[in-house]
């Protein structure tokens, strides 16, 4: 799944243009049924397009990528080898890009959990928590997580709560730390 | 002061010195810590942080054949040569001399230039300041590597996320749900640091840990702190060509750090005797990019300062933070914020004094911060990404919309859409909308008004040329296939 094989696994490419047109005409279409809330008029009456234009137009301008995307999708499970060079120049120009794979999801849970866990147990313990789990996953040992997190907590408390004043969340709970 | 100031430009240097995290990411990361210090402080661990993390990019670039940032990429050709073949601390060193000389270069351009610019900025109506807006905008999204439709697509998903909260001219709320979280827009840190901080720890977690560690050359012996100065002094015309280059290319928008040094790069190998040497370890291909892409920083700062147009993402932050410091970019900034721009000038050329004291600490220190595990780096990363973006309003709405647009970036970049145009969308979304729609209800909805002055019609003019132009300069680089040398 590395960016060199791409343009010989025009499948993968496929589902990566398919993924992408799918997500750019959901925003588009999102942006452009939510357009109808907007007012429709500006304080400068007829010569003013309003506060509902220029959503409008962007919506639409992303719906036209959208779509032309979803297009090219369809040209390369059709045309074997279309947009190959394309693909290549991108990757000698360095654009950078990640391989989708699992552990991105696993992390994506944790810090929603985070998020709520910050509200409930407070930033502290949550925080350390999350470390020390996030270490154990990319493969550190419990103990070196652990204390590694301990650190990562008491800096980022001297940091912000002593020198910066800033009054991070306790939670629920009312943890002192 | 000079604490944070110093403290910050070391973490330049040691996120910039990372392979894989981003100049861009080091500026969003800092920018919520630099709030809670005093005005002069927190402008200073910036621009700190911003020229530091460039040259930093060059030293993974000299000993691993991996740019720290993409700036670094046209260093890693002659400087990974000269540290195969055991030369790697002078060219680090040469590269720590030409990025504090490129830096004072640029600067000094920046201090000349955008004050005569700002004279000249005061004729600008809505008119003009819209096709500025439009102009600088497409050229970021035109230039950014890539396909240029999907630097387009990212441009237009910025302006559009733009639009959100209040409408400044009419006062309606615009898909903010009875949010009032929303109500004042998104705010513009937790955006980025999602986009620049979080999705690079999504972009790591995807990939093997720790795949490059066995591959550095890293040299033992001392800097040659005197061999590089005379070899600087030999080529000072090469490093004044350079810098200037830099500063030029680093004002228009979107052409950043990276093209810029790769442009020098090019220039240099035209010019020099021994062009056909160039990729097996030359001092010119050392000096000419370190000197260009430093001095690219200072000059993203121009059409920044001036405009409010920045000239790529790392300037876009800094803009963003400058606003949140009561500084307005713009014609009148020289005016209206006076005492501001003197600190932010005396702030930029001292950072290059110190850059030679970071860099020196930097290149000493890099076998260490290769020795650091990623899982550690990155576990940082993630935290530093929640609390800065708590810190801001001390609100959970904050991270959730970092966690977001982490995601959002990630995916987006997955699928090689540049990130660079949606922060700028998002800057200059405002002022496109506000200027385009003002304009009309101050000409009577008389659209020919944005045509006829002479400076609007040169602007529809240059990107005219831009549309048509570099699409097709692209499209003959790829016919070409690749210029840099293997």
């Known amino acids: 799944m590395t960016s060199s094989r791409l343009p010989h696994d025009p499948w993968q490419r496929i589902c990566g243009l398919g993924l992408l047109s799918a997500g750019v005409i959901a925003v588009a279409g999102v942006a452009i049924w939510f357009a109808g809330d907007i007012g429709r008029t500006g304080p400068g009456g007829g010569h003013d397009p309003g506060p509902r234009f220029f959503p409008l137009l962007l919506s639409l301008t992303l719906l036209a990528f959208g779509i032309g995307h979803a297009v090219q999708a369809a040209l390369v499970a059709f045309l074997p080898g279309f947009g190959s060079q394309g693909i290549q120049s991108a990757q000698q120009e360095g654009v950078p890009s990640a391989q989708i794979g699992w552990r991105w999801l696993i992390l994506l849970m944790l810090l929603v959990l985070y998020i709520f866990a910050i509200g409930w147990i407070g930033f502290s313990v949550s925080t350390w928590l999350i470390a020390t789990g996030m270490m154990i996953g990319l493969g550190n040992r419990w103990w070196v997580a652990a204390g590694v997190a301990l650190v990562m907590v008491v800096v980022v408390r001297v940091l912000f709560v002593i020198l910066f004043r800033v009054q991070l969340p306790a939670g629920e709970l009312g943890l002192p730390f | 002061m000079l604490a944070p100031w110093l403290l910050g430009m070391v973490f330049g240097i040691f996120v910039g010195a990372t392979p894989g995290l981003t100049a861009t990411m080091a500026v969003a990361l800092i920018v919520p810590i630099s709030f809670h210090l005093e005005p002069t402080a927190g402008l200073a661990l910036i621009v700190g942080v911003s020229f530091t993390a460039i040259f930093a990019g060059d030293i993974p670039a000299t000993y691993l054949r991996i740019p720290g940032t993409p700036a670094s990429a046209a260093a890693t050709l002659d400087g990974h040569q000269m540290a195969r073949q055991g030369r790697g601390s002078l060219a680090l060193t040469l590269d720590l001399f030409c990025s504090s000389l490129g830096g004072l270069i640029g600067v000094g351009l920046l201090i000349t230039?955008?004050?005569?610019?700002?004279?000249?900025?005061?004729?600008f109506s809505f008119y003009e300041r819209f096709w500025l807006a439009v102009f600088g905008l497409s050229l970021s999204a035109l230039v950014s590597a890539g396909s240029t439709s999907k630097g387009l697509m990212a441009a237009c998903l910025g302006m559009l996320l733009s639009t959100v909260g209040i409408d400044v001219v009419s006062g309606a709320p615009r898909y903010t749900w009875g949010n009032v979280s929303l109500m004042s827009g998104l705010d513009f840190i937790p955006v980025m640091i999602g986009l620049f901080g979080l999705s690079e720890v999504f972009r790591h977690i995807s990939r093997p840990l720790g795949a490059m560690r066995e591959q550095a050359v890293v040299g033992r012996e001392s800097l040659p702190l005197l061999e590089a100065c005379r070899l600087v002094?030999?080529?000072?015309?090469?490093?004044?060509?350079?810098?200037?280059m830099g500063t030029v290319?680093?004002?228009?928008?979107?052409?950043?750090?990276?093209?810029?040094?790769?442009?020098?790069?090019?220039?240099?190998?035209?010019?020099?005797?021994?062009s056909a040497s160039f990729g097996t370890g030359v001092v010119e291909g050392v000096?000419?990019?370190?000197?260009?892409?430093?001095?690219a920083v200072a000059g993203a700062w121009i059409p920044a300062l001036v405009f409010g147009v920045p000239g790529d993402a790392v300037t876009a932050i800094v803009l963003g933070a400058l606003m949140m410091y009561d500084i307005k970019p713009g014609p009148h900034i020289f005016e209206a914020s006076e005492d501001q721009m003197r600190s932010l000038f005396a702030v930029a050329l001292m950072t290059q004094v110190l850059l030679l004291v970071a860099g020196l600490i930097g290149i000493k220190a890099f076998g260490a911060?290769?020795?650091?595990?990623?899982?550690?780096?990155l576990?940082?990363?993630?935290?530093?990404?929640?609390?800065?973006?708590?810190?801001?309003?001390n609100s959970l709405f904050d991270v959730s919309i970092m966690l977001i647009f982490g995601v959002v970036g990630y995916l987006l970049e997955s699928q090689r859409v540049p990130l660079a145009p949606m922060i700028l969308g998002l800057i200059l979304g405002p002022m496109v909308e506000e200027n385009l729609r003002v304009g009309l209800i101050s000409s009577d909805g008389d659209l020919s008004r944005f045509f006829t002055s002479p400076i609007s019609a040169v602007l529809v003019a240059l990107l005219l040329l831009t549309y048509l132009g570099l699409p097709v300069m692209k499209m003959l680089m790829r016919r070409g296939g690749p210029t840099q040398p293997a």
């Open chain 2, 287 to 295: 000096i000419a990019p370190t000197s260009a892409n430093n001095a």
């Open chain 2, 113 to 123: 230039v955008a004050p005569l610019l700002a004279q000249f900025a005061l004729q």
């Open chain 2, 233 to 244: 002094w030999q080529h000072k015309l090469c490093v004044l060509r350079s810098s200037v």
């Open chain 2, 369 to 377: 911060i290769l020795r650091l595990p990623r899982s550690i780096v």
């Open chain 2, 379 to 393: 576990t940082a990363v993630v935290v530093f990404s929640v609390v800065g973006s708590f810190a801001l309003n």
């Open chain 2, 249 to 274: 290319i680093g004002a228009l928008p979107g052409a950043g750090a990276d093209i810029a040094a790769w442009g020098a790069y090019g220039l240099a190998q035209k010019t020099s005797r021994r």
